[in-house]
C-alpha cells in the first residue's frame, strides 16, 4: 500500500512540475521547441549534423523585410512574410550556382534575385522536400509537372534543417519531407528529369561530373 502511495505522489508531483514549466514558457520558447519538435521527427537518426543542431535556436528569420529589394515586396503584397534567408541556387541545366533569396511567406515560397521573383510555388502544390542523410545543405523543393512551374528547386542552404522546418511548417506538409541516401531524382522541366549524388571526400564541393550529374560532396 505504502508503494502504490508513493507511485501515486511521484506521478502528481512529476505531473505539477510539467504543468509549472509548461505555464511558465514563453510563447518565443514555445514556438522554438514545436520547431525542435518537428524538425526531431524529420531529421533524427536520419541525417549527419542533427545532433549537433539541437543546441541552435532557429532564428525567425535569418534576413528582415526592409532587406527586401521594395519591388519583390510590391509583388507578394498581401501575403505575411514569414523567413527570408540567403541561399545558392543551381540551375536545373547546368548546374551553376546562383546567389538568391528565399521567401516563405504564410502561403508560398518565393525564389528572389534582387527586384525579380525568378519562382513562386504555393504551398498547396508542394509535392516534396529532399535532403541527403550526410551534413550538406542541399534541398531539393519538388514541385508540380505543368506549365506555371520551371522544374523542382535545387538549393543549398547553411542552416538546412531551420529551412526545412520552418518550409515543412508554413507548408504543413511534414509528412512530404524525404532523407535520403546516395542519390535522388529531380524534375528538370518538360517531363525530364536530372540525378544528384552524394557522396563523402576531404572537403565539401558541389560539380557536374562527366556523366551530367550533379555530385555533391
Known amino acids: ?97 546562383r546567389e538568391r533569396l528565399l521567401v516563405l511567406t504564410q502561403s508560398s515560397a518565393y525564389m528572389v534575385e534582387m527586384a525579380k521573383i525568378k519562382q513562386k510555388i504555393e504551398y498547396s502544390t508542394l509535392k516534396g522536400i529532399s535532403t541527403s542523410n550526410l551534413s550538406d545543405g542541399i534541398v531539393v523543393i519538388h514541385v508540380p509537372d505543368d506549365s506555371k512551374q520551371k522544374g523542382d528547386v535545387i538549393l543549398q542552404c547553411e542552416h538546412v534543417f531551420e529551412v526545412v522546418t520552418k518550409l515543412c511548417m508554413l507548408a504543413n506538409k511534414q509528412s512530404v519531407v524525404k532523407v535520403v541516401k546516395g542519390s535522388l531524382r529531380f524534375r528538370v522541366g518538360s517531363g525530364k528529369e536530372g540525378t544528384m549524388v552524394f557522396t563523402v571526400g576531404p572537403e565539401p564541393q558541389v560539380f557536374k561530373d562527366k556523366t551530367g550529374q550533379l555530385t555533391v560532396v
Open 1 to 97: 500500500f505504502l508503494m502504490q502511495t508513493s507511485e501515486m505522489l511521484r506521478k502528481i508531483c512529476m505531473r505539477n512540475l510539467v504543468r509549472k514549466y509548461c505555464r511558465g514558457l514563453t510563447a518565443q520558447r514555445k514556438v522554438q521547441l514545436q520547431q525542435k519538435v518537428v524538425t526531431s521527427a524529420v531529421f533524427c537518426g536520419k541525417k549527419e549534423g542533427y545532433l549537433e543542431s539541437l543546441s541552435q535556436p532557429f532564428l525567425d528569420t535569418r534576413l528582415r523585410e526592409n532587406d527586401l529589394n521594395p519591388k519583390v515586396l510590391q509583388l507578394i503584397r498581401g501575403e505575411i512574410i514569414k523567413y527570408v534567408t540567403p541561399v545558392i541556387k543551381y540551375d536545373r541545366n547546368g548546374f551553376k550556382a
